[in-house]
């Protein structure tokens, strides 16, 4: 299988007044294509940061990273178009509707307006297209951030925590969403601190601890192997 993501050695160090810290320390990660990986660590563990340098975003002090065979960041351009991405939580108008929302972030896009049903559609949200935002669940609302990061087509879709404070009901839905994306040839890569979320919605996982990865592999072997690990007790 084809790697849609690679990163290698990644190195990234804040430096403020309080002094130097280390968000990664010579990470790594493999995405196959078609996959929902998980990206799972404990809180302060790296994954934003990875997240963000991935999208051009944060500056990383050393290590590689490609994105559809691309070196990034020098050649992120070329592959901007072909990645969707929520890395921050996601602010919309209460007042606008959800077609609404879309199409105005579609025609700044300079996407077709067609293209907002044939989203709000995948993301299962056609019926109440119609209705302002602030009449939403959480869960909804999330499920339009994802509308909106499909707007473009991206073959892949990178989610910071995109299932962070639904309750079940909102993780199955979310499974069921990225499942209909993964059978779509879309790959998805989405962060989470919780182990349970990335059993329920991810095929493979990468688990990063103290910016380095402890864990890469199927869900199953993974979780199989570390049953009983520190990398359990720390996450
Ligand atoms: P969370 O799940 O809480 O969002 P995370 O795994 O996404 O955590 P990061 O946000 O990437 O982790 O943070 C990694 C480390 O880098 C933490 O120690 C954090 O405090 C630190 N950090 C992140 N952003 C900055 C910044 N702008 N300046 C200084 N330190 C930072």
Not at 107 to 129: I, M, T
Request: proline share 3%.
């Amino acid at each position: 299988m084809d790697a849609v993501l690679e990163i290698a050695g990644l190195q990234k160090t804040y430096r403020s007044r309080k002094g130097v810290r280390r968000a990664l320390d010579g990470f790594d990660m493999v995405v196959e294509a078609g996959q929902v990986h998980g990206f799972l660590g404990p809180n302060g563990s790296g994954k934003t940061t990875t997240l963000r340098t991935l999208l051009g975003l944060i500056r990383p002090n050393g290590g590689r990273m490609s994105i559809l065979g691309q070196e990034v960041p020098a050649h992120l351009p070329a592959v901007a178009g072909q990645v969707g991405a929520i890395v921050e939580s996601p602010q919309f108008f209460g007042n606008f509707t959800a077609r609404d929302t879309l199409s105005l972030l579609a025609d700044a896009g300079g996407v077709r307006r067609e293209r907002v049903d044939a989203v709000l559609e995948l993301v299962g949200l056609r019926d109440r297209a119609k209705d302002r935002v602030r009449t939403y669940s959480l869960g909804m609302k999330q499920r339009l951030a994802v509308a909106s990061a499909l707007l473009k087509e991206p073959r892949l879709l990178i989610l910071d925590e995109p299932a962070n404070g639904l309750d079940p009901g909102g993780i199955r839905e979310m499974r069921t969403l990225m499942r209909t994306l993964s059978e779509s040839g879309m790959t998805v890569v989405l962060s989470s601190h919780i182990l349970g979320e990335i059993q329920l919605i991810c095929d493979s996982v990468t688990i990063i601890a103290a910016g380095r990865r402890v864990a890469a592999g199927s869900v199953a072997d993974v979780l199989a192997t570390h049953t009983s690990s520190s990398v359990k007790v720390r996450l």
